[in-house]
């Protein structure tokens, strides 16, 4: 079985702490130990046997860095894109890779979440694989426990797939909702949160690729070096998108594992306790005194609240990045802003 771990992303919603030089997937957000590092580990430690880490040009040396302090470093492969393309282009270098292994387990993995139940964890890609050995293309959705406006959604089937438990047909893909949405799928109880992990047979990511994205299947069918040749002009799709909303052969895995996607400082909150007044610190130096709902990330220096209230506060060195905290998912924007300011420096 093959793993293919996704890092060539930018991580912008975590600035100032994921940046253009070290994007997320390279830092030490939980422990000190980096997200691909962590999910390095447990890809291996669920049965994977080859790991093949997808990135970008740019980002090739830390891969390359990580990979080589590794002691397994023999079973791990690194391929690179020229540019950003999106992970449907992305999945494709693997295709173009191993196509010539048609049937092959290939596991698709984001390089960024977190995982608090590994046996959980394991359990369910073990249910993906019996899906995937009957020639389903399975994607792991995670129950919700909250109303999150931050992720996906997968509406699930009542009925099962073959004779695996909690392997279910797929009724259809949702977009990030509205609170009052979210809700609504929370207290539905078929709704999950999609948590972008693909799990299929070589040929029939092929076939898929084939019916559904011609454009990206006719250059990978060609081999790996002419497909990397041509990446300039590919389109840039997502494989939710350009696979799982088209394809008949979806099948959705139920877990329940403490899983966490790391895409927003709100995400990284939810790994932390909070004190009683729902104040959050992740760091060593860090004073709150008459606060509430602030969530702080500290690095270098000391961090002082006082009399202040839900309040988003990362300190990186650097930078020092100040926002209410209901603010978390415009991260982004800000960043956005400070491209067209050029201030790179920041970036």
């Not at 995982?115 to 389903?136: E, M, P, R, W």
């Not at 454009?215 to 590919?234: F, K, T």
Request: hydrophobic share 40%.
């Amino acid at each position: 079985m093959i793993s293919v771990i996704l890092a060539g992303g930018k991580g912008i919603r975590l600035w100032p702490e994921s940046r253009q030089e070290k994007p997320k997937q390279f830092c030490r957000l939980v422990d000190d130990r980096s997200m691909l590092d962590h999910t390095i580990d447990r890809c291996i430690n669920t049965g994977f046997n080859r790991i093949v880490i997808i990135t970008s040009d740019d980002l090739l040396p830390h891969v390359q860095q990580l990979v080589q302090q590794r002691p397994d470093n023999s079973i791990i492969e690194i391929l690179s894109e020229p540019e950003g393309k999106n992970t449907a282009p992305a999945v494709g270098l693997a295709l173009a890779r191993y196509q010539a292994e048609p049937d092959e387990i290939i596991a698709v993995f984001p390089s960024d979440h977190h995982i608090l139940d590994n046996d959980g964890f394991g359990n369910t890609i073990s249910k993906a694989v019996q899906a995937a050995n009957n020639n389903h293309i399975a994607i792991v959705g995670v129950m919700p426990n909250r109303p999150e406006t931050g992720y996906g959604y997968i509406e699930k089937s009542r009925w099962e797939v073959s004779e695996i438990p909690d392997v279910f047909q797929v009724s259809s893909f949702r977009e990030k909702p509205d609170l009052p949405t979210a809700e609504s799928y929370l207290a539905a109880g078929n709704y999950m949160w999609n948590a972008g992990i693909y799990i299929g047979k070589t040929s029939i990511f092929m076939e898929e690729f084939m019916k559904h994205i011609p454009q990206l299947y006719e250059p990978i069918a060609q081999g790996y070096e002419p497909y990397r040749d041509a990446y300039a002009l590919l389109p840039s799709i997502s494989l939710d998108y350009g696979i799982a909303e088209k394809s008949d052969r979806m099948a959705v895995v139920s877990g329940d594992f403490g899983w966490c996607d790391l895409g927003s400082w709100n995400a990284l909150a939810e790994l932390h306790q909070q004190d009683e007044r729902q104040n959050i610190c992740a760091g060593q130096d860090v004073v709150i005194l008459d606060s509430n709902n602030c969530l702080v990330k500290q690095t270098e220096k000391t961090i002082v609240l006082f009399g202040v209230d839900n309040l988003l506060v990362v300190e990186t060195g650097d930078v020092i990045l100040i926002s209410e905290r209901q603010r978390c998912q415009d991260v982004r924007s800000l960043v956005e802003a400070l491209n067209r300011e050029q201030r790179f420096d920041l970036l």
